[in-house]
């Protein structure tokens, strides 16, 4: 059965290799981003793909884009919120106006386009909603204070949102993936430094700006293998609520559960005892 399938931040990164794969399976795909040439040229011609030019933080651009989609294909089945970029730097460092902005663009762009989709899947009585959110979504790191702070609200909007759209047949995933060799540590790209400068976490930041670095191209997770998973998770109609994507990802989580477990052992009587008495 072939799907309509709606990806944002498709001109680059994991972006291009779900609208690849989506196509390969004989899907029908509008791919989105802020210059549909470059979409296009990235992703590659095909009869069942659609361009669309979209700036994800805009509602009204969000509107036109569905609209457009909804005009030629006759529906949306498939949303795949990918668009995103990477605020890097310790708090103190990322600026306020650094840190709203990795929110408007991480987690109210998701939003935005959610909003100008879910009446179309509404009206269907079906869809899927997939969210790519990150590792830094479950598990707070050290010198990504912004970034995770949008990725866990991305994580907690989409685990509520699924009670919101299942009783009409939408179905919703968030996708957790490790390390993969995408642009994300581009700079200039995906990835902004940190504005302020702070003399005790000078040296830190230094440092740690050279190993991320020197992390881009060397990442272990395979994108088009990435692809092709979320398209075979989509074709089988069967989301779950959550796809860790990586070994990395799943070795650090089960660790992290693991965390939580002793947290919540180590002070059970204490938590249990806050009832009222009687």
Same mark, same amino acid.
């Given at each position: 059965?072939?799907?309509?399938?709606?990806?944002?931040?498709?001109?680059?990164?994991?972006?291009?290799?779900?609208?690849?794969?989506? *196509?390969?399976?004989?899907?029908?795909?509008?791919?989105?981003?802020?210059?549909?040439?470059?979409?296009?040229?990235?992703?590659? %011609?095909?009869?069942?793909?659609?361009?669309?030019?979209?700036?994800?933080?805009?509602?009204?651009?969000?509107?036109?884009?569905?609209?457009?989609?909804?005009?030629?294909?006759?529906?949306?089945?498939?949303?795949?919120?990918?668009?995103?970029?990477?605020?890097?730097?310790?708090?103190?460092?990322?600026?306020?106006?650094?840190?709203?902005?990795?929110?408007?663009?991480?987690?109210?762009?998701?939003?935005?386009?959610?909003?100008?989709?879910?009446?179309?899947?509404?009206?269907?009585?079906?869809?899927?909603?997939?969210?790519?959110? $990150?590792?830094?979504? *479950?598990?707070?790191?050290?010198?990504?204070?912004?970034?995770?702070? $949008?990725?866990?609200?991305?994580?907690?909007?989409?685990?509520?949102?699924?009670?919101?759209?299942?009783?009409?047949?939408?179905?919703?995933? %968030?996708?957790?993936?490790?390390?993969?060799?995408?642009?994300?540590?581009?700079? @200039?790209?995906?990835?902004?430094?940190?504005?302020?400068?702070?003399?005790?976490?000078?040296?830190?930041?230094?440092?740690?700006?050279?190993?991320?670095?020197?992390?881009? @191209?060397?990442?272990?997770?395979?994108?088009?293998?990435?692809?092709?998973?979320?398209?075979?998770?989509?074709?089988?109609?069967?989301?779950?609520?959550?796809?860790?994507?990586?070994?990395?990802?799943?070795?650090?989580?089960?660790?992290?559960?693991?965390?939580?477990? %002793?947290?919540?052992?180590?002070?059970?009587?204490?938590? %249990?005892?806050?009832?009222?008495? @009687?």
């Amino acid at each position: 059965m072939s799907n309509v399938w709606f990806i944002t931040g498709a001109g680059r990164g994991l972006g291009i290799d779900i609208a690849r794969a989506a *196509l390969t399976a004989g899907h029908q795909v509008v791919a989105t981003g802020r210059d549909p040439k470059k979409v296009l040229e990235a992703v590659g %011609a095909h009869e069942n793909l659609l361009t669309v030019a979209l700036d994800i933080t805009d509602p009204a651009a969000a509107a036109s884009a569905a609209q457009a989609a909804a005009d030629r294909f006759g529906r949306i089945d498939v949303l795949v919120n990918n668009a995103g970029n990477f605020y890097a730097g310790y708090f103190e460092n990322t600026s306020p106006a650094q840190l709203r902005a990795q929110m408007e663009t991480n987690f109210f762009g998701p939003t935005n386009v959610a909003r100008a989709i879910l009446p179309i899947m509404r009206k269907q009585r079906s869809g899927q909603v997939i969210t790519i959110t $990150s590792a830094a979504g *479950l598990m707070g790191q050290e010198f990504v204070a912004a970034y995770a702070a $949008s990725k866990f609200a991305l994580e907690g909007w989409m685990e509520s949102l699924r009670y919101d759209v299942e009783r009409f047949g939408i179905k919703t995933m %968030a996708v957790e993936p490790g390390f993969f060799r995408t642009e994300l540590l581009v700079e @200039g790209s995906s990835t902004m430094w940190p504005e302020l400068e702070i003399e005790d976490y000078a040296e830190l930041t230094a440092e740690t700006i050279v190993a991320w670095k020197s992390m881009n @191209g060397l990442q272990g997770g395979d994108p088009k293998k990435l692809g092709h998973a979320l398209v075979a998770l989509s074709d089988s109609g069967d989301l779950p609520l959550r796809f860790l994507a990586g070994a990395d990802v799943m070795a650090s989580e089960e660790q992290n559960l693991a965390t939580i477990r %002793a947290q919540i052992e180590a002070h059970r009587d204490l938590s %249990a005892s806050l009832s009222f008495d @009687g």
